[in-house]
């Protein structure tokens, strides 16, 4: 199940963990639980819950000069907070270009939206058990699935 969130009057906002760098968003896509090691170590957990979004519907408010990347040998970008590390975003040469993913941990409101699958499962920490009835992916949504 695909679950859309419609544009809304007021802009979803978030921030890094020092308040240096803040964003905005009008509209979210689909939204996964990552389970790539990529994802684990940038964002110390079992997994990075993650939301695409359009880049039209993405801005950055404040703190462009705290903002810092690191590019991994795949092409993959994680965009950061150079003072306090708390990770922001994530792009991908191989998704489309005019979206960027945003973890979801950063946002400062609810949001109307849940994940709706578990990516990357096949390179996932042994010690994680999934019991939440999403379906889970080997790779990415394109994959084989282990579990529906």
Not at 17 to 24: D, N, Q, R, T, V
Not at 85 to 104: H, K, T
Not at 108 to 121: K, M
Request: glycine share 8%; net charge neutral; with cysteine.
């Amino acid at each position: 199940m695909l679950i859309l969130v419609d544009a809304v009057s007021d802009p979803y906002t978030g921030s890094c963990l020092c308040g240096a760098i803040a964003f905005e968003i009008d509209e979210f896509l689909p939204a996964a639980h990552c389970h790539c090691s990529m994802c684990r170590k940038f964002h110390g957990a079992a997994f990075a819950t993650i939301a695409s979004v359009a880049r039209e519907k993405f801005r950055w408010l404040k703190g462009d000069k705290a903002l810092k990347g690191f590019t991994a040998e795949n092409g993959t970008t994680r965009t950061f907070c150079r003072h306090c590390g708390s990770s922001l975003m994530f792009s991908s040469p191989r998704a489309p270009q005019d979206e960027v993913e945003i973890a979801l941990g950063a946002l400062d409101s609810d949001i109307p939206l849940q994940p709706d699958a578990h990516i990357y499962v096949g390179s996932s920490a042994n010690w994680t058990k999934l019991s939440d009835g999403l379906p889970q992916y080997v790779e990415g949504r394109s994959s084989a699935q282990t579990k529906k």
